[in-house]
């Protein structure tokens, strides 16, 4: 494997070493806004990923730490076959590191600067296309405030709008040389496709049932392991179980295997937090409880409540934060996680380890390192 620019990006300059011991990383596939591609290969399965690297200080500065958790959220949640799958997140003091499947295809751009497409095949790739965004309009609204992920009637007219100029160019170009071959239903559908006033343009359902788009197409069944996406500013918004416990937070084995939070990925962005794990066979309740109470028997405020979650917060200038979610592993164990702020000196420190982890003692019985790898 040929060797790479390191380039700042973390990732290991030669194919000898591997990331995270787990991925030989090889060529630069690409470039987004925010991040370099990799092609890489993982060590166990040999199988290709791509690996997408991007600086914890640019998403910070740029503000879009929300993005990024919303990508993530949507993205590993999703399963289907024209979307690539997010695979694992892996984080070091100054990079994210999203492992995707890899798409062997290449660009599609590539595909249409080199030839020109049958109608057939266009119609092919531009059901793939539509499908793959059909699931994506199906998440609830609440979970699509980020403009990047919005419904493609508005994301055809944000890219519109970007592209006014070259609108006209567009149809200069691309439409008014085909129309010798092109067929009468796929001429009108372009023509609905490309209209500027976005109250008239074709709508994706109208799309589904357009003559000539329907052609051979077949609904792709889509899973996603949680549609009901939360807002995830609060720490205690990614807790989806109930008291009555009838939606149970069940850790699935991108959990596990990733020691991922759900979607909280503040600990991968802030290096001050720091966290543990236990396991627990008392009940999420009774768990809760007993944290509420050791923290009010310390005088810190609990500021949140939401069925298997709590935060708390308190010490010397509040300097002290704190929040336990507790999620189920298997009927009778659950993971109870704590993450907490605090800083290094100063009472806000011992709160914690002197205070409330021994409170809860009777409770818990393995304890093991939490927070980013
Ligand atoms: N899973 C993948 N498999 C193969 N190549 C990929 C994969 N993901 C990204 N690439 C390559 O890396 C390039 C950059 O990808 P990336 O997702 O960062 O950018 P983008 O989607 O163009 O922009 P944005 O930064 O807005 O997400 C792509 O254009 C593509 O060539």
Redesign the pocket.
């Known amino acids: 494997m040929p060797a790479i620019e390191d380039a700042g990006d973390g990732l290991p300059s030669t194919a000898e070493k591997t990331l995270f011991g787990k991925y030989e990383v090889g060529r630069l596939?690409?470039?987004?806004?925010?991040?370099?591609?990799y092609?890489a290969r993982d060590v166990q399965t040999e199988k290709s990923?791509?690996i997408?690297a991007i600086n914890k200080q640019t998403i910070l500065k740029g503000g879009l730490a929300a993005n990024v958790k919303r990508e993530i959220s949507i993205m590993r949640r999703l399963r289907h076959p024209n979307i690539?799958r997010l695979l694992e997140v892996l984080a070091n003091k100054k990079k994210i590191y999203f492992v995707?499947?890899?798409?062997?295809g290449?660009?599609l751009f590539a595909k249409v600067a080199k030839s020109r497409f049958s109608e057939h095949l266009s119609r092919r790739y531009f059901q793939q296309l539509i499908s793959a965004v059909d699931p994506t309009r199906r998440t609830p609204p609440h979970a699509l405030r980020d403009p990047?992920l919005r419904g493609t009637g508005d994301f055809v007219e944000e890219r519109l709008r970007w592209c006014k100029g070259g609108y006209l160019v567009l149809r200069h170009h691309l439409v008014r040389p085909q129309r010798r071959w092109t067929s009468p239903d796929l001429k009108r559908l372009i023509s609905r496709l490309l209209d500027t006033n976005p109250q008239t343009r074709i709508t994706v359902d109208e799309i589904i049932n357009d003559p000539w788009f329907k052609i051979g197409y077949k609904e792709v069944e889509f899973h996603c392991d949680h549609l009901e996406l939360k807002d995830d500013d609060d720490d205690c918004d990614s807790a989806t179980s109930t008291s009555t416990g009838d939606t149970l937070k069940v850790m699935n084995a991108f959990d596990i295997i990733s020691y991922s939070s759900g979607y909280n990925l503040s600990r991968l962005l802030d290096d001050r937090e720091v966290g543990e794990r236990f396991l627990s066979t008392a009940s999420p309740e009774e768990i809760i409880e007993k944290v509420v109470e050791v923290a009010e028997g310390e005088n810190l405020t609990v500021v949140t409540r939401k069925g298997w979650c709590v935060k708390v917060v308190g010490g010397y200038n509040c300097n002290f934060v704190m929040a336990v979610e507790i999620k189920r592993l298997t009927e009778e164990l659950v993971v109870v996680e704590v993450r907490r702020i605090e800083s290094e000196v100063g009472p806000g420190h011992q709160i914690w380890k002197n205070k409330i982890k021994p409170g809860l003692n009777n409770l818990i019985y393995k304890t093991g390192p939490a927070g980013c790898r």
Request: aromatic fraction near 14%; glycine fraction near 14%; proline fraction near 0%.
């Open positions: 596939l690409g470039y987004g806004a925010f991040a370099k591609v092609h990923v791509a997408k690539v995707l499947e890899f798409a062997k290449g660009e990047c």
